[in-house]
């Protein structure tokens, strides 16, 4: 067509045409003249050589490009092109048009490429297998509950960075020191051995944060040296140096959003259970570069013999109230202990007391949000206290919390409202000592419940007949039957009286 360029792209299709089919149907398909087919055929065609140098309308930023916008460029890299046109259009909007937004964008970006400062470089790295490995936490957004109890929580993430070999653990609680040490000394269990450089951000649990580059926490000084690893971090403010962790952080917890929605729920029973799920998560992850993994394990080092302590331990005396309070959450505890003093193993997850050293009791450890403090508090462990005196549960400080679940609760407030106050105290609290003789508290919360709702006259006896299964003890008897003779020596003694 007269006036009209072929693009390349035309003379391409013609080509891959003309080896196929005629002349006129390939020139056809591709767009172009006989004419010019032939032209193509005869190798007389003369391509585009190159854009026009000319304009063919008039420059819609002239006004503003030279007196303006340049100055501006000139003056600061961190002005975005929104933030130029934004001001243009405020301070100059009857010398600039924002129809031509997309038009300045492209100046800018143009004149930058040829005129701008120059910008940073990432330089890819390479480890040798077991040289490097590198930790970090990470907070998970995806709306986890735990027995619909929306779960705050996030992940201990470890990587070996040469095959990309990953460990991942649940972490209640903040970036403590206690979740560093048991995450770090776990994941180097899962992987067979120990780097020889441990690289992380500045976590507060390992660095002072100071003036200097090392200035490492004792207690993360010497459980590097114990595990014969070398400690690093990256320069503080520039997460890309993690970049072998960040990225991941962002693909695991993506991945582990995609695994929720497929199972098709993002409830559990128990912390127990979302653990197990994200240990299985890692694994099919990390079967992917078992091979890689195989050669690392080999460059790493030999594990110690033992493991450091990761908890820290408290000393403290059991309230009258049958209470320990540590962290600013207040844990019942069995009522033998009370005024006894014992010791706390505090770990991330868990607490453990030991009285007399032994070990007596493990509590699932709570976490208090800013000023609010939390409570945990077991009805099984003041239950037989509260037995002597029920009336004490009607306004008892941590009454609610007594309770142990919705169904219980439900009963309360029945009871409550339908019987005098003496009665349902002593109905709730027989129904919790009758849950903690017969061990059967979800049962037994239902069936209370079904009497309530089918509107039968509930009592405790029925509740004990049902779910006390008292087994009569019958005695074994031995009866020997004297003899005759026996009685004689008797009736011969008496007349010889």
Same mark, same amino acid.
């Given at each position: ?32 003249? =006989? ?64 129809? @031509?937004?997309? *038009?300045?964008?492209?100046? %800018? ?51 070996? $960075? ?35 450089? +441990?690289?992380? #951000? ?14 490492? @926490? ?11 690893? &070398? ?9 890309? =140096? ?46 992917? %570069?078992?091979?890689?993994?195989? =050669? ?20 403290? @005396? $059991?309230?009258?109230?049958? *209470?320990?309070? %540590?962290?600013?959450? +207040? ?28 070990? &007596?009791? *493990? ?20 239950? =037989? ?21 919705? #169904?219980?609760?439900? %009963? ?16 709730? $609290? ?68």
């Amino acid at each position: 067509m007269s006036g009209k360029y072929i693009s390349d792209k035309q003379v391409n299709l013609y080509m891959e045409q003309r080896s196929k089919c005629s002349q006129v149907i390939a020139a056809a398909k591709s767009g172009i003249s =006989e004419r010019t087919a032939s032209r193509i055929d005869n190798g007389v065609h003369q391509p585009n050589l190159g854009k026009r140098s000319w304009r063919t309308r008039a420059d819609p930023l002239a006004l503003v490009w030279e007196s303006i916008v340049l100055p501006l460029l000139q003056q600061s890299d961190a002005l975005t092109p929104i933030g130029i046109f934004d001001f243009l259009c405020e301070q100059h909007g009857d010398q600039f048009d924002p129809k @031509t937004r997309r *038009t300045l964008e492209r100046r %800018i970006h143009h004149w930058r490429q040829l005129h701008g400062s120059a910008k940073e470089v990432m330089f890819t790295q390479t480890h040798a297998p077991g040289a490097l490995g590198i930790a970090d936490f990470t907070v998970v957004k995806a709306p986890v509950t735990i027995a619909g109890v929306p779960l705050k929580h996030r992940l201990f993430h470890y990587r070996l $960075v040469a095959s990309r070999w990953g460990y991942a653990q649940v972490v209640y609680g903040g970036e403590s020191f206690t979740a560093l040490s048991d995450g770090l000394q776990q994941a180097f269990s899962a992987s067979g051995g120990v780097p020889h450089e +441990l690289r992380t #951000d500045s976590l507060s649990a390992a660095y002072k944060n100071r003036s200097q580059q090392n200035d490492f @926490t004792e207690r993360y000084a010497d459980l590097c040296r114990h595990y014969g690893v &070398t400690p690093t971090r990256n320069n503080r403010g520039v997460a890309h =140096e993690n970049g072998a962790i960040e990225s991941p952080n962002n693909h695991l917890k993506k991945q582990l959003h995609q695994a929720l929605l497929v199972r098709g729920s993002h409830d559990f029973d128990r912390r127990e259970d979302y653990e197990t799920f994200v240990h299985n998560l890692l694994k099919q992850r990390n079967r992917r %570069i078992h091979s890689a993994f195989l =050669e690392e394990q080999r460059q790493l080092q030999p594990l110690p013999a033992t493991q450091r302590d990761n908890y820290t331990e408290h000393i403290l @005396t $059991v309230s009258r109230n049958s *209470t320990i309070s %540590i962290k600013r959450v +207040l844990y019942s505890v069995p009522s033998r202990l009370v005024n006894s003093r014992v010791m706390v193993r505090l770990f991330d997850a868990k607490l453990e007391l030991w009285c007399a050293g032994a070990h &007596t009791l *493990t509590l699932t450890r709570l976490f208090a949000n800013g000023d609010i403090r939390q409570h945990s508090i077991n009805y099984q462990h003041v239950i =037989e206290s509260l037995v002597k005196k029920p009336r004490a549960f009607r306004f008892a400080q941590w009454r609610d919390a007594l309770l142990p679940n919705e #169904d219980y609760r439900r %009963i309360w407030h029945y009871a409550n409202t339908q019987l005098p106050a003496d009665d349902a105290c002593k109905y709730i $609290v027989g129904l919790l000592h009758l849950a903690k003789k017969a061990n059967c508290e979800d049962a037994l919360g239902r069936y209370a419940l079904e009497q309530i709702e089918q509107a039968s006259n509930f009592s405790l006896s029925a509740c004990e007949r049902r779910f006390l299964n008292v087994i009569p003890i019958v005695p074994n008897l031995n009866v020997r039957q004297h003899a005759l003779s026996d009685y004689q020596a008797l009736l011969a003694g008496g007349w010889a009286s």
